[in-house]
């Protein structure tokens, strides 16, 4: 039994791309870590993670389009999404919860915001 | 208007005497002492325009040299004819007077040229077509007195002689209309409009009347006046006003009417000779045919021109909201773009002040304080860029629900304690009960915090920054007042622009954008605010949000 919840994270900004993972690897979390939404994609398909922070402007691939792509597949319908976005107009909020993602945190972000989300999405109380 | 701004001391002493002496050359038996009192009113006047030319330097280009000369030309025709009277003579016509008085009209009227084409003017052709026209409408209406009564009996140089006073009168008046057509208005100008209107009508009158006329006769009146009141257009110094003003050059509605006023005559005239019965020559219906075409084609003029500014008007427009679009555009991208940077700057200074890297000691912990709230300032600035472009494009979304302004204000007076009391200004809040207001609670405290802080930051140190809150009748009522160093009264109507800041802001840091969002989200709650300020002394906002329940406490 694996205790330890596999996260993946998708951001083209290689120093926020490591801070996420930075931060989530420090909770005891499994990091993957994609570069762009193809990559994300197919690694929530191969490794199935147990909840998905996702940049929203990415190429290949945003991070709406894979949060979409995610809930039409059936084996992943369910998997939590955390959109992660530079936009944040309150249109922008709307779009990315109207393509299924669990929660939306704009950046920038404190670490401390982030553990708290992600432990909310994992439905466990703050580690 | 005050009379001092309507006439200048010494124009209005001249004019009363001018009054005054006016009166009483009536008074007066006729005779010789009229006839030279007379004499001396011409000459006082030319001598009080002499008076003011030489004495206060009035410049070449006001023409007052040949106001004066003009003026002297036709004193020294009365002169002429008062000394026959005094010799007892009958004055023979045509006269050295006649020489007099015909010089007299192209002098004044070269005064006016002067004053109307002076240095710095550029060639305007339409208005002399427009004074042309202004002129022939005027002559139209007087074409009887002027030609048909002068044309009487005589050798042909007498009839020339005649002929040349209705002349001099459309020359003086065709160069006044020059003036006039395209004029800067003052009182002088209106002064010396007035002076040559009496002089022709003074003419005009005399040469309907001129078998009965005597000297002493009322039509005096108007040429008196004339000289009393073209001298006191010189000696009200704001004729020197006039001088490199520029022109108009545009179809003004001024000179539309007075357009309009020639046709309309032209044509009237001969309707009010068909409705008297009156025969009207053919040479004056073929003159009003031809000035009414005119005045009608320069109409076809002034409306293509009005045509086409309105055009460059409407393009200049389209072309600023593209500009204002593509700055909008910017600024979201801009903010978008910067916010990603920020968010690891942000991220990894929050890790390294943790401990995530290791200890720090106490200077590296004050360096990373100061690193980190820079950072909070370069995204509060990135956030207020967001929101005002996010306004231009009325994209704000309120989260409207019922808040206590009241609260809010106690809270913003305290986040802004600490940088007043570094600052040493004394920091006081006054609010009552709570004041609710059907509002978006982020916005409110936006605009609080930034009409707070703003005090502060333009308080210099002992001064005081008093916030109150009140439920008013309008709503809630909220009012930011400082000791501060107030706003100049020329900056005030663009102190809610965004990137405004006022000439005396200093070395106080901002980027112009604060009032913008406070006014912003007044706007967008359907709110009032407002300014009032005294340079150096300083500045209250007043502020109104619509209240949440007016029949509160009826309940």
């Known amino acids: 039994v694996n205790h330890k919840p596999l996260v993946l994270v998708a951001d083209d900004d290689p120093d926020i791309l490591e801070l996420v993972s930075y931060i989530l690897g420090g909770e005891g979390y499994e990091i993957v870590a994609a570069r762009d939404g193809a990559q994300a994609l197919d690694l929530a398909r191969a490794r199935r993670p147990q909840l998905a922070v996702l940049d929203v402007s990415m190429p290949n691939l945003d991070g709406l389009e894979v949060t979409r792509l995610l809930r039409a597949d059936a084996e992943l319908a369910s998997l939590p999404v955390i959109l992660l976005t530079a936009r944040v107009a309150p249109s922008d909020e709307e779009q990315g919860l109207q393509a299924g993602a669990t929660d939306y945190l704009p950046k920038p972000f404190k670490p401390k915001e982030l553990r708290e989300r992600v432990a909310a999405a994992l439905g466990l109380n703050s580690p | ?555």
């Open chain 2, 1 to 555: 208007v005050p009379l001092k701004k309507l006439l200048e001391r010494d124009a209005a002493l001249l004019l009363a005497a001018g009054t005054i002496a006016v009166g009483v050359y009536f008074a007066l038996p006729s005779g010789l002492w009229q006839a030279w009192w007379y004499v001396g009113i011409g000459v006082a006047s030319t001598a009080a325009l002499v008076a003011a030319g030489l004495g206060r330097w009035l410049p070449f280009e006001t023409g007052w040299i040949f106001f004066a000369l003009g003026l002297a030309f036709f004193v020294a025709g009365d002169a002429v004819g008062s000394i026959y009277q005094s010799t007892g003579g009958e004055i023979p016509f045509p006269s050295v007077a006649d020489l007099f008085y015909l010089l007299g009209y192209p002098i004044l009227a070269a005064g006016a040229l002067v004053l109307a084409l002076g240095r710095g003017q550029a060639r305007d052709a339409r208005a002399w077509l427009d004074a042309v026209a202004v002129t022939a409408g005027v002559a139209t209406v007087i074409w009887g007195p002027l030609f048909e009564t002068y044309s009487g009996q005589g050798s042909l140089f007498d009839k020339l002689v005649l002929f040349a006073y209705p002349v001099g009168d459309l020359v003086l008046l065709a160069a006044l209309a020059r003036l006039v057509v395209a004029s800067v208005w003052n009182v002088p100008v209106l002064l010396l409009v007035a002076g040559v209107v009496l002089q022709l009508v003074g003419d005009t009158i005399y040469g309907a009347n001129e078998a009965t006329y005597q000297l002493g006769d009322w039509v005096d009146v108007t040429w008196l006046a004339s000289y009393v009141v073209l001298a006191a257009a010189f000696v009200d110094r704001r004729i020197v006003d006039l001088v490199g003003k520029r022109r108009e050059r545009r179809l003004t509605w001024w000179r539309f009417g007075l357009l309009a006023a020639s046709g309309l005559a032209a044509l009237g005239v001969v309707v009010f000779d068909a409705a008297t019965h009156r025969t009207t020559s053919t040479a004056q219906v073929v003159f009003d045919s031809f000035l009414v075409l005119a005045i009608l084609s320069r109409f076809g003029d002034l409306f293509r021109s009005l045509e086409r500014s309105r055009a460059a008007q409407h393009a200049a427009f389209v072309e600023m909201e593209q500009v204002n679009r593509l700055k909008d555009e910017l600024i979201t991208v801009v903010s978008h773009d910067l916010r990603t940077p920020l968010t690891s700057i942000i991220g990894y200074l929050d890790l390294l002040r943790a401990g995530d890297a290791g200890d720090l000691n106490q200077r590296q912990l004050q360096f990373l304080d100061i690193v980190e709230r820079n950072s909070e300032k370069l995204l509060r600035l990135v956030n207020d860029l967001l929101f005002i472009a996010r306004v231009e494009e009325k994209r704000v979304a309120l989260d409207l629900r019922e808040v206590d302004v009241a609260e809010l204000a106690s809270h913003a007076v305290e986040a802004a304690r600490a940088s007043a009391q570094q600052n040493g200004i004394e920091l006081h809040a006054s609010v009552g009960g709570p004041a609710r207001a059907v509002a978006d609670r982020e916005r409110i405290e936006d605009l609080l915090d930034n009409l707070v802080s703003n005090a502060v930051k333009f308080t210099p140190g002992g001064g005081r920054v008093d916030v109150r809150v009140a439920r008013g009748r309008d709503g809630v009522e909220l009012d930011v007042a400082d000791t501060g160093i107030g706003i100049p009264r020329d900056d005030q109507q663009h102190l809610f622009e965004r990137f405004f800041r006022s000439s005396n802001s200093g070395n106080v840091q901002g980027a112009g954008l604060g009032l913008a969002i406070v006014k912003a989200i007044v706007d967008a709650h359907g709110g009032r605010i407002a300014v009032e300020s005294a340079e150096g002394r300083g500045t209250t906002f007043h502020v109104v949000l619509p209240a949440a329940e007016r029949t509160e406490a009826a309940a």
